[in-house]
């Protein structure tokens, strides 16, 4: 209840905000008629009724702070200043952008004031006190649910006076009515009663309307039914009634705002005045009108009806308030145009947006932290069942668990949950193995240094131990991995899968629900022997406080050190960059753990275990405390000045940071030191996630993209190997020995990509298409699939450009079988930029060669990627005239890869100037490139 009340007394700042500014825009508009100033106070009644709606999205939020004192360089321990150690010598460097703090005096109150609402009990408070904003959120709800059952009860009594009419079918009334309706050419089925209750007409309903008559209606002559009804027609043709209901809805959830109570108590008189101003067209002009109405008014009782249905009526006094503004004569202009109706919508809707943001710090009331009040030392509950460590060998270097089915089932996920379904949608093989990232109960990953690297020291290798939701598909996790080229392996001790598209990569099915995925067989075996040794892990003490988090880290701190002393240890950074400021803790930490929690707000713990020397590593941390503050706002300020678009987009991460840092806290116990950070403010989370995922995406495309690159250079070392033994690549289509029979080249490489067994099973002799080779179409290797590729199996990715001086510009007899060599496409002589070739299309000719490439093999594309419906056998590639270029790409957005001659695979955005990506492509031309 705290939350919520200090989320609505924000709504009453923003309904504040709009309804001063409808009432200024309103003061402004006397020149316009009443339907005008009525439509405007609909729009604003409409906007305060969003504003409710908005209160249960954390967007939008504009920042509302003003300036602060920097708790960023405070700490908990009593002694920092005489104890913490300096900072480093180029701290010195860093940025010293300061500028003089700007305090409102209003600000300053106005803040004060939020302050003391949102005070938290104390930890030793009975948890059965409320909070001030609490006591204020009780009895706004309270307060609201009186109004909504008043309002409620005066509908359906409405519902009941209208059953309770007497209908006056038959009669004068019905006649007059029926022609006013015809010479206002409205169609709505209308109804007319009669109720002795009544002092005055009304309409009651907007989709079947009624027009209920006093029954004193009797006594008044033909000019003032005519009148009474002409009025009540102008109120259904308004619809004025559907904005009585949003109006009074508005009041009963705004009981409070006087502010609100105007507004539709105005938005009522300005409807009853646009309906008099039809009225009186219809009764032959303002004058008349105004007598019928003053006569009226004279022999109307003063009699009230009573109970909650009199506020969807209208009552005697806004009668005699209506002839008194008609004595006035103000203007009477029509109802302004469509589109400036239209711009009344939208700049209301922009003035209720920005108001919306006003909301301070506060997280929306769907993302509620309905939580009972925390200690200062923050220990979230339980996220789920513990992260255990059966399969972390004792030299592991350190593991990442967390729990992607449970976090991604938080409020403040949300984005992460969209992008995520929308890069699905795009990009087939998001998830590496197949498996959605909803489906993963636990993601355990598990470093270790093992293999030894060209210079003798180890880099970092993983393993990931997954434990899933429901059942495991196995055949298409095995796909997914293997992509069709899988090895099964079968040890003494288990069995597992080898794949050649991830290279060295080993895969481990242990049960319906569990599987493993290594880099390497050593980690897989090293993982394997952990478990099967049932020993408790060394580190289970340590692993305790963070187990059940949603994610939970551990750094064998010790390990690492003493491989990087003894310079066995890759670890891809030079550490004497941080070893000076942080040398305490390298020196005497063993063990750091890390546990973070997304349970309605953000929860972290950390904590250094040493033998000794716990006070140093207790004063060097709050020293980096200090400087980490003093550095992220240094950053903050200067992105702000500076302005750039690739600064600015790293503000939500930074504020994020810097919120988590000014609510560290430190404890110690013996020798163990340990850190606490708490925000309950999940807004800027989600705002940093906004910028952190589509990294995190774009990532991922980029793994995708290196996967694509892999293929293409297995490709081109298989045209190399069939140069090494041919003298030339591979032509563009390969005539079989009947000297007819076309087939494609990507056939005669599969015995350079270890597919000899396949290429034998193809038979040359018959079309590629025939019922025998479609045995073969379909077992498509995987080198010639795209990661994203998510067409059938057998449409190939890669493909060769065809034409006049390219690298597939000629074809030949696959090599040891006996064939026709044919010239598919014409080889100029020389070329542009000299060579040799064969220049008649009868005479037998051999594939490009490597010196028939004279533009050099780093600048000459050998095969591209291509989304083309092309199957792997058939002897078609893309044609080249050598003017208009082909489409190329189609996996990634942005650009395209290509395999060059050399070897190499690079990525060519799809900005390429048209004359660079025609270079590339032709063997001679001479050109420079200018590479983009």
């Not at 005697?316 to 469509?338: A, C, P, V, W």
């Amino acid at each position: 209840m705290h939350q919520l009340g200090i989320s609505l007394l924000w709504l009453g700042l923003q309904v504040t905000i709009v309804t001063l500014v409808a009432l200024v825009i309103y003061l402004g508009t006397k020149r316009f008629g009443p339907r005008t100033r009525s439509f405007l106070l609909s729009c604003a009644v409409g906007m305060t009724l969003l504003l409710a709606l908005l209160t249960f999205s954390p967007w939008p939020r504009w920042q509302t702070t003003w300036k602060q004192a920097a708790p960023a360089i405070k700490t908990t321990s009593d002694n920092q200043s005489a104890t913490a150690p300096a900072a480093p010598a180029n701290a010195s460097e860093l940025p010293t952008l300061k500028r003089l703090p700007q305090e409102s005096e209003w600000g300053t109150v106005w803040e004060g004031f939020l302050k003391g609402l949102q005070q938290e009990p104390v930890v030793d408070q009975p948890s059965n006190i409320p909070t001030p904003a609490g006591i204020v959120g009780w009895l706004l709800v309270g307060g609201f649910l009186l109004a909504a059952l008043r309002l409620l009860f005066g509908y359906f009594s409405l519902k009941r006076l209208v059953s309770q009419a007497t209908s006056l079918q038959g009669t004068a009334a019905e006649e007059a009515l029926d022609v006013l309706a015809a010479e206002q050419q409205i169609s709505h089925p209308l109804q007319l009663r009669e109720h002795a209750s009544l002092t005055t007409a009304a309409v009651i309903g907007w989709w079947r309307p009624v027009i209920l008559l006093p029954t004193a209606w009797r006594e008044w002559n033909p000019e003032q039914l005519r009148a009474v009804l002409a009025h009540e027609l102008a109120h259904i043709q308004q619809r004025d009634y559907l904005a009585i209901l949003g109006a009074e809805l508005s009041r009963s959830l705004y009981f409070y705002h006087p502010l609100v109570h105007w507004l539709v108590a105005r938005l009522r008189l300005e409807q009853e005045l646009a309906a008099d101003a039809s009225a009186a067209v219809t009764s032959g002009g303002a004058d008349p009108y105004l007598v019928v109405l003053a006569e009226m008014a004279v022999s109307q009782s003063n009699h009230r009806l009573t109970g909650p249905a009199r506020a969807f009526l209208p009552t005697h006094s806004t009668f005699l308030r209506r002839i008194e503004m008609l004595k006035q004569k103000r203007s009477s202009k029509k109802m302004i145009s469509r589109s400036q109706r239209v711009l009344v919508v939208c700049s209301m809707l922009i003035i209720g947006l920005l108001a919306a943001g006003f909301r301070g710090n506060q997280i929306g009331l769907a993302q509620e932290a309905a939580e009972p009040p925390a200690a200062k030392s923050v220990t979230s509950k339980p996220a789920g069942k513990s992260f255990n460590l059966d399969y972390v060998p004792n030299n592991a270097l350190g593991v990442l668990a967390l729990r992607p089915s449970t976090l991604l089932q938080q409020d403040s996920m949300n984005y992460v949950r969209f992008s995520i379904q929308q890069a699905q949608k795009k990009y087939p093989r998001l998830y590496p193995l197949g498996l959605p990232l909803q489906q993963i109960d636990s993601l355990t990953l598990i470093f270790l240094a093992i293999d030894l690297d060209r210079h003798g020291a180890r880099s970092p290798q993983y393993g990931a131990v997954i434990q899933t939701t429901e059942d495991i598909d196995r055949e298409s996790v095995i796909k997914a991995f293997s992509s069709g080229g899988k090895i099964t392996v079968v040890s003494d001790e288990f069995e597992y899968f080898e794949s050649r598209t991830f290279s060295r990569s080993c895969l481990s099915i242990v049960n319906d629900r569990q599987l493993i995925f290594a880099q390497s067989l050593t980690v897989l075996k090293q993982l394997l022997h952990a478990h099967k040794s049932q020993k408790p892990s060394r580190w289970s003490k340590q692993w305790q406080p963070v187990e059940h988090e949603m994610i939970a880290t551990l750094l064998n701190l010790r390990q690492v050190r003493e491989l990087v002393w003894k310079n066995h240890l890759n670890i891809g950074f030079d550490h004497n960059l941080w070893k000076p400021s942080l040398a305490p803790v390298w020196d005497n930490t063993d063990v750091i753990t890390l546990g973070i929690n997304l349970d309605r707000k953000i929860s972290l713990r950390s904590t250094l275990y040493q033998e000794l020397h716990g006070d140093q590593v207790r004063k060097t941390l709050d020293a980096a405390h200090v400087l980490g503050a003093n550095m992220l706002e240094q950053w903050q300020e200067q992105y702000l000045l500076e302005r750039q678009q690739e600064q600015i987009k790293k503000l939500p991460l930074i504020q994020l940071a810097e919120k988590l840092l000014q609510s560290i806290q430190f404890e110690q116990e013996g020798e163990t030191v340990s850190l606490t950070a708490s925000m309950s403010d999940l807004a800027v989370l989600a705002d940093a996630l906004v910028t952190f995922v589509p990294a995190l995406l774009e990532a991922r495309q980029v793994a995708l993209r290196l996967d694509s690159f892999s293929n293409i250079r297995h490709l081109v070392l298989a045209m190399h190997l069939y140069h090494d033994k041919h003298g030339h690549f591979p032509p563009a289509v390969v005539m079989g020995p009947d000297g007819k029979t076309p087939h494609s080249w990507r056939v005669a490489l599969l015995p350079y990509l270890d597919h000899e067994k396949l290429y034998k099973e193809y038979r040359l002799n018959e079309p590629w298409d025939s019922e025998h080779n479609k045995k073969v179409l379909a077992k498509m290797p995987a080198v010639f699939k795209h990661p994203n590729d998510s067409r059938p199996g057998y449409l190939t990715s890669y493909l060769g450009v065809v034409g006049p001086n390219t690298v597939f510009g000629k074809s030949t007899r696959p090599a040891g079988r006996a064939g026709i060599e044919m010239s598919t496409e014409a080889f100029v002589p020389g070329g542009p930029g000299g060579g040799s070739g064969v220049e008649s299309k009868s005479v037998p000719v051999a594939g490009v060669s490597m010196r028939q490439i004279t533009d050099g093999t780093s600048n000459t594309i050998a095969i591209v990627e291509a989304r083309r419906d092309i199957p792997w056998t058939k002897p078609e590639d893309i044609p080249f005239d050598g003017k208009t270029l082909p489409k190329l790409g189609g996996f990634s957005p942005g650009g395209f890869s290509v395999g060059l001659c050399d070897g190499a695979a690079r990525y060519l955005p799809d900005t390429i100037k048209p004359e660079t990506l025609k270079y590339l492509l032709l063997i001679n031309d001479s050109h420079p490139i200018d590479w983009p």
